[in-house]
């Protein structure tokens, strides 16, 4: 379950306030994943005391986009650390899908991979299994093409026009599989959506703490 | 107790290195206590006091099973705000008063209306949440018999040890925090959340 409660002093009427929240959930909490179980009790509160002084009465404002872009951030920061808090975690993922035809596209390939379980092990296990990847973008059901397909680990294209780079280095790839924080980078090459999501590895932990813990 | 209480999990090798020092937010205070809802020894509930004039928005689980708590929180906030109410949470950790029927209701009923008493507020203006285990009755009563402790605990620092009273199975407390420049002063941001399994949150 995620909870989460966010408390600010501004001041500001409850119908803006919900506005300003709702258009930043798709960003941060539903765009996370640990193990693709959702809760029945998921709950976000925002909070607005209206004890600071200036009001925001227009959400096109400055002082607007200052306390949205503000709102945002701890929005975000929290749902990441309800990621790097997932049970049994060794490995905080991001996984950016660039190139989709639509947005509802790129959602489904970011999720499909995030929540993959042979990704997700092949990440606990520090493997850089791009085929994984593949497979995960392949069922999916969101538009993509085998020649068209660019994966990244890092800073590196693993694979890309339906093939293995050839020459890319795979002791540089698993040494970057050891770091604690990982990206996973899928360019589809069909359009401009785009959608990043955060996910963790999968690790024997995992089933130790669901198996033991009857919650 | 200590048989009774299960062993803390090792933090999360991805945590935080600490809790970030949150602002106090003026007019809210914090409160957390242990009221044996499900683990002996451990603070398990946790109430936040919102002084009147607040505006309050929400996201919840679109689940066709979500929790009692969700379905009256979402009720709650299509209410008109009584003149001059103030508001509250509350928030249980152990037993998430799921699934179990017309009971569920009954338990935010009675710890939402407690609050509502010990507070002076109107009923409408509490939220409740609860996490844990789901599928056996909240034991309610233990709730509401610790009200008036977390009245008299209430804080405007006590945020801290809010996020702590509703963890599960989570390694930490989680906490972050914002700031925007006005010429009229600062606008301050606190959050606090828990999660860490059962996490692919479908919000609307």
């Not at chain 2, 006091?49 to 505006?55: E, M, Q, V």
């Not at chain 2, 929790?67 to 509250?88: F, H, I, N, R, Y």
């Not at chain 2, 009954?106 to 789901?134: C, H, M, N, W």
């Not at chain 2, 402790?149 to 963890?167: F, H, N, S, V, Y």
Request: hydrophobic content about 45%.
């Amino acid at each position: 379950t995620m909870l989460v409660y966010i408390f600010t002093d501004a001041k500001i009427s409850a119908a803006n306030l919900q506005k300003i929240v709702s258009r930043n959930i798709g960003g941060s909490f539903n765009a996370i994943t640990v193990d693709s179980d959702t809760s029945t009790s998921d709950s976000l509160l925002v909070v607005a005391t209206g004890r600071a002084g200036t009001e925001i009465r227009d959400l096109r404002s400055k002082l607007s986009k200052e306390f949205e872009a503000a709102l945002s951030d701890v929005m975000l920061d929290l749902a990441k650390q309800v990621v790097r808090d997932g049970e049994g975690a060794s490995k905080f993922i991001e996984v950016r899908v660039t190139g989709a035809e639509s947005d509802v596209d790129a959602a489904k390939v970011a999720f499909a991979i995030a929540n993959s379980p042979l990704v997700k092990t092949a990440c606990a296990g520090e493997d850089a299994n791009w085929g994984r990847v593949v497979a995960a973008v392949g069922k999916s059901g969101a538009k993509a093409d085998r020649d068209l397909l660019k994966i990244g680990f890092g800073d590196m294209v693993l694979a890309e026009k339906g093939w293995r780079v050839p020459d890319y280095s795979e002791a540089a790839a698993s040494a970057y599989m050891k770091n604690k924080e990982l990206v996973i980078s899928v360019d589809l090459g069909l359009g401009k959506a785009a959608k990043t999501v955060w996910t963790c590895d999968l690790t024997h932990r995992y089933i130790d703490i669901n198996a033991d813990y009857r919650s | 107790v200590a048989a009774a209480v299960k062993k803390a999990h090792d933090v999360s090798p991805l945590a935080p290195a600490a809790f970030p020092a949150l602002p106090e937010i003026a007019g809210v205070s914090f409160a957390a206590t242990a009221a044996g809802v499900r683990y002996a020894g451990r603070t398990d509930v946790m109430l936040a006091s919102i002084a009147p004039g607040a505006a309050i928005a929400g996201a919840f689980t679109t689940s066709s099973t979500r929790s009692a708590c969700v379905l009256d929180c979402q009720a709650k906030l299509a209410m008109t705000v009584p003149e001059g109410a103030g508001a509250a949470i509350i928030v249980n950790s152990g037993n998430a008063n799921a699934f179990t029927g017309a009971q569920g209701q009954t338990s935010v009923d009675a710890v939402t209306g407690a609050v509502a008493e010990a507070l002076a507020i109107p009923a409408s203006r509490v939220f409740s949440s609860s996490t844990g285990v789901i599928g056996e009755p909240l034991p309610h009563e233990r709730i509401v018999e610790a009200i008036g402790a977390l009245k008299a605990g209430l804080a405007p620092a006590g945020i801290e040890a809010a996020a702590r009273a509703i963890m599960t199975t989570d390694t930490f407390p989680k906490g972050a925090t914002a700031e925007v420049a006005t010429p009229d002063g600062p606008i301050r941001i606190a959050g606090i959340a828990k999660g860490s399994g059962m996490i692919a949150p479908n919000m609307a």
